[in-house]
């Protein structure tokens, strides 16, 4: 097994996505190089072939952190919620928690055969795209968006290094007076005594949160050698001192300016689009030739500016276009689909929450006391889908239930994207005679407030998808009432005005 270790490389421009492992030595970093390390990280990895994975087994980033970096999460955390954002998991474990197949479901449940027979039917798709409808759509979107005036930006920088020196100079009974030199590499040179007692955080006293892991443990006042101890497992005497560099981040200055009104030279922009799009050149050029006479005149001020915009926003109508007709055919034959690949007997579930559950679910840990037998987990990527798993679970009426994996996709249009599911269950109807096989989507709001158009369009996608399949598809939001209802029999709820919840079982 051959491995390959870089140094200091995730801050210099280095451009490979196939980073799986940040090791963060160093005892204190600036935040931005934080985001820009872990940014680096979370970048889907590549094959041999230069082609995109989506497998989540392999595009797992584990960061083996310093104590700082706990504040810096909790931190970032903190900034989505004031933006109003969906947050991240919480940091969980990095340490694989190694799973068992429940296999009395995996092969002793017919009803799971059942399932996955209905799953692995061959199911096409077709789109019917009305040309002149998608042509007319794309001018009046982009006749009511900006382009962006050309802008010329001079930027100039330095990144300055500051290096850390830590003395004691006394101690005296319990208080110790520690000095702080800071020298960078621009020649400045401060100095900064400060007495400090047990408890106290160097990082508190001298104001500077690079030096958050130095939290006094012991002051010893020997009468050999007086010494400091801190929680990061160094210590300070008399005779000795402690340096430690850190960037203090890159000191950018930019000067922006309107350049003089000019025509720049213009690439083949019918080409760039229609490559990137998939879209004929004809219809491509009559989308151009439909846009107002200022919109045109913008692709020889900013050829780049206009491009980008033209060719993100025809993007975003071709993809509505395409979702609203697609239309999809159950054909003879079925698909190969491994199951024993897609659930293996082994599995180490790397950096994910897993969620207790019960017998119905498909995987188990072995706990270390014997007596305490096996606990049976769900693999959860967010707080909704823990709400949903505390739902399901005590359902009397479901048979089992599982996460899809990730390497599980529904094959749509490029300009949609594939589509991974998130729940597999079967459940008996209300009187427990006939068993319902359904798919859930668990969403933190409804279809029409989701913040990403792709994921709207996924979502109806799936519907259709599953549709021409006879499978239950349905999904539902974070209060999970009766989220086995189907969409019909909500919809005949609202039509009645009995809302969206019904009766109780």
């Known amino acids: 097994m051959s491995f390959i270790f870089a140094h200091s490389a995730l801050k210099e421009g280095w451009d490979n996505p196939n980073v799986f492992q940040i090791c963060t030595l160093n005892q204190a970093v600036s935040e931005i190089r934080r985001r820009q390390e872990i940014g680096r990280g979370l970048r889907l990895c590549v094959n041999q072939q230069g082609l995109r994975l989506f497998d989540e087994e392999v595009n797992t980033l584990t960061v083996i952190a310093n104590e700082s970096y706990a504040s810096y999460a909790a931190n970032l955390q903190q900034e989505y919620v004031e933006d109003n954002l969906a947050a991240p998991p919480l940091p969980s474990e990095a340490r694989k928690k190694s799973a068992t197949r429940h296999d009395n479901i995996f092969h002793g449940s017919k009803e799971f055969k059942d399932f996955w027979e209905r799953l692995s039917q061959k199911v096409s798709y077709r789109v019917h795209v009305d040309t002149p409808e998608l042509i007319r759509a794309c001018i009046e979107r982009l006749n009511a968006q900006t382009i962006p005036e050309p802008v010329l930006v001079v930027g100039w920088g330095k990144f300055v290094v500051k290096r850390y020196t830590l003395r004691l100079q006394s101690v005296r009974g319990s208080v ?6 800071i020298a960078d ?3 400045t040179i401060n100095k900064t005594s400060r007495p400090v007692v047990k408890r106290n955080n160097l990082a508190r006293i001298f104001d500077d949160e690079r030096l958050r892991n130095f939290q006094v443990l012991e002051i010893c006042n020997g009468k050999r050698e007086a010494k400091v101890f801190f929680s990061n497992k160094v210590d300070l005497n008399i005779h000795t001192s402690l340096t430690f560099e850190s960037e203090a981040g890159q000191v950018v200055s930019e000067k922006t300016s309107k350049p003089p009104a000019a025509k720049y030279p213009v690439f083949n922009l019918l080409d760039r689009a229609a490559r990137e799009l998939g879209l004929t050149r004809p219809t491509l050029n009559a989308i151009f030739k439909g846009l107002h006479d200022g919109h045109k005149g913008m692709l020889f001020r900013n050829p780049e500016g206009f491009s980008g915009v033209f060719i993100q926003q025809v993007r975003e109508v071709l993809a509505d276009h395409v979702a609203e007709r697609i239309e999809f055919v159950v054909e003879d034959g079925r698909i190969e689909c491994n199951l024993e690949k897609l659930f293996p007997l082994k599995k180490a579930f790397a950096q994910r929450e897993l969620e207790e559950a019960d017998e119905r679910t498909l995987y188990y840990l072995l ?5 305490a037998g096996r606990k049976f987990v769900v693999q959860t990527d967010s707080e909704v889908e823990r709400k949903f798993v505390k739902r399901v679970k005590p359902d009397d009426k479901v048979v089992f239930y599982f996460k899809f994996p990730a390497s599980f996709r529904i094959k749509l249009p490029k300009v949609i994207g594939d589509y991974n599911p998130d729940w597999g269950l079967m459940r008996r109807n209300e009187k427990g005679k006939f068993l319902l096989q359904l798919i859930r989507e668990t969403k933190f709001t409804n279809e029409a407030h989701l913040r990403f158009p792709h994921e709207k369009r996924k979502v ?8 021409s399949m006879s499978i239950d598809y349905r999904s539902v939001f974070p209060d999970f009432e009766e989220w086995w209802r189907s969409e019909n029999e909500v919809a005949s709820q609202r039509s009645l005005g009995i ?3 019904g009766k109780n079982r």
């Not at 706990?367 to 007596?371: A, F, I, V």
């Open 176 to 181: 110790a007076m520690i000095e702080l030199e």
């Open 499 to 501: 809302g969206e919840l």
């Open 185 to 187: 590499s621009e020649g």
């Open 460 to 467: 109806a996608c799936a519907r259709k998808h599953f549709r």
């Open 367 to 371: 706990q270390t006391d014997s007596k």
